[in-house]
């Protein structure tokens, strides 16, 4: 029995004694979210498009529920509680064989994939989680979806990223917020499976024994002043990297406005098996191996600053991202997130050597009248991108990519459809980079959230 199942086994233990308990059920919260979810990714104008066995459209459309259940905490010095979420993913079209899928993914964009390629009828899971909480310290273990600078969860999908593992949260010194955890699995946004951790460029499905079950992190945010937070945290999968990072967030009141400045640093190096076992290796290194795979190191410089003034937002960024590698995070090749100023709906923009600027405005229509109602637009472009020749050598230094985001969004604001929402997020990426498909994407999705307890 592994650790976060014997969590579980005692915590409904304690449970079943103290179900009855005042806190544990008068506190407790039961929603059901529904999420109507379609995407159409286009890349057929583009030099690789002729690519043996790759499809130049992608297109799925499904209907998902999450139903989530948080309780509240037993009476004592030590409360006990536990949470719920089970996920089901229902297909409603996969396109007639354009679901994404290959010989070396996952699964489809939305959904897992069969043996044969073509998208599951449907897919689900369910997680458990046990929780202890004393004074203003909290410790969970088993299905957790973290959000800090080393570890993100995705949601850009029919259904959410999941982890296992154990997190501790303190906040028991004013102003400073603690936390510290070890992760062991993932399951996918496409997947009703658990998977081990890698990075990109060691994360093929076909090829196993380049993973790892231990990602351990740790760090704090800290309130300087009401308006100042400085941030430091550690991440580190075992046999791929570790990681650094410091970030600053400012809020300054200007005439009408205020200006919010994000600044960020990461560092990141080699452990383990990354250092010297091809299989371990990152992608976009080139200081020696034609593949252009070799080991992380990577030091990435951001900052983003954003002033907002009666319903409106404009923002501008730029962000440096060198060393021998591209930067690294938490990807299974499934679908991931970063905390990056740049994790954008199609791409990341933290290749080895790219600097990129970014461009970004986004309205309130409340201000109009209109509450429940926004619209965004980004831009960014990178520069100065290493590529890898056949003698494995840097191959210049002069490729580039720029992406436009635009998103329009509807919340009903109250009424008997309070709640209710409407999305359509569109992207069009273009680059010069070697063996890269040119995208555009659309993605329609309508949600609804509806309270249970």
């Given at each position: 029995m592994n650790k976060s199942t014997l969590a579980l086994a005692v915590a409904v233990g304690v449970l079943a004694q103290q179900a009855g308990a005042a806190g544990f059920i008068e506190d407790s919260k039961a929603t059901l979210g529904l999420r109507n979810f379609y995407i159409n990714t286009d890349n057929r104008d583009s030099a690789a498009k002729t690519a043996a066995g790759v499809q130049n459209k992608n297109e799925e459309w499904g209907q998902g529920f999450d139903l989530r259940f948080i309780s509240g905490y037993t009476q004592g010095t030590v409360g006990f509680g536990i949470d719920a979420i089970g996920l089901l993913g229902i297909r409603l079209d996969s396109g007639g064989g354009t679901n994404g899928a290959t010989a070396t993914s996952y699964g489809g964009t939305v959904f897992p994939s069969k043996s044969n390629g073509e998208a599951v009828d449907n897919f689900s899971s369910l997680g458990l989680t046990a929780k202890a909480k004393i004074s203003q310290t909290e410790l969970?273990?088993?299905?957790?979806?973290?959000?800090?600078?080393?570890?993100?969860?995705?949601?850009?999908?029919?259904?959410?990223?999941?982890?296992?593992?154990?997190?501790?949260?303190?906040?028991?010194?004013?102003?400073?917020?603690?936390?510290?955890?070890?992760?062991?699995?993932?399951?996918?946004?496409?997947?009703?499976?658990?998977?081990?951790?890698?990075?990109?460029?060691?994360?093929?499905?076909?090829?196993?024994?380049?993973?790892?079950?231990?990602?351990?992190?740790?760090?704090?945010?800290?309130?300087?002043?009401?308006?100042?937070?400085?941030?430091?945290?550690?991440?580190?999968?075992?046999?791929?990297?570790?990681?650094?990072?410091?970030?600053?967030?400012?809020?300054?009141?200007?005439?009408?406005?205020?200006?919010k400045s994000d600044l960020r640093y990461f560092n990141s190096s080699d452990d383990g098996a990354n250092g010297n076992t091809p299989a371990y290796y990152s992608t976009g290194n080139y200081t020696g191996t034609a593949s252009g795979r070799g080991k992380v190191d990577n030091n990435l410089y951001s900052g983003l600053f954003l002033y907002s003034v009666a319903g409106h937002t404009f923002g501008g960024g730029y962000q440096v991202s060198n060393g021998s590698s591209d930067f690294p995070w938490l990807n299974q090749g499934d679908g991931s997130s970063n905390y990056t100023i740049t994790d954008m709906q199609i791409q990341k923009f933290g290749r080895a050597g790219e600097k990129t600027w970014?461009?970004?405005?986004?309205?309130?229509?409340?201000?109009?009248?209109?509450?429940?109602?926004?619209?965004?637009?980004?831009?960014?472009?990178?520069?100065?991108?290493?590529?890898?020749?056949?003698?494995?050598?840097?191959?210049?230094?002069?490729?580039?990519?720029?992406?436009?985001?635009?998103?329009?969004?509807?919340?009903?604001?109250?009424?008997?459809?309070?709640?209710?929402?409407?999305?359509?997020?569109?992207?069009?990426w273009r680059n010069d980079i070697p063996g890269q498909r040119d995208q555009d994407e659309n993605r329609l999705i309508v949600s609804y959230s509806i309270p249970l307890l």
């Open positions: 969970k273990l088993g299905t957790l979806q973290p959000k800090n600078p080393v570890i993100v969860t995705n949601d850009g999908r029919l259904l959410p990223q999941t982890w296992q593992g154990g997190q501790i949260t303190s906040g028991e010194i004013k102003d400073l917020t603690l936390v510290g955890g070890q992760i062991e699995a993932v399951k996918g946004r496409n997947s009703s499976n658990n998977e081990q951790l890698s990075i990109g460029g060691a994360n093929s499905p076909t090829v196993s024994g380049r993973d790892s079950n231990k990602f351990l992190y740790a760090g704090g945010d800290y309130k300087i002043t009401k308006d100042l937070t400085a941030q430091y945290y550690y991440g580190n999968l075992e046999d791929f990297y570790k990681q650094h990072f410091l970030g600053l967030v400012h809020n300054w009141a200007i005439g009408p406005g205020v200006l970014q461009a970004r405005y986004s309205y309130d229509f409340a201000k109009v009248g209109l509450p429940g109602a926004t619209a965004g637009v980004v831009y960014l472009r990178g520069d100065n991108i290493d590529t890898v020749g056949a003698n494995g050598r840097e191959n210049g230094s002069g490729r580039s990519e720029w992406e436009r985001d635009l998103t329009l969004a509807y919340v009903v604001p109250e009424g008997p459809l309070k709640n209710l929402g409407f999305m359509w997020k569109n992207a069009m």
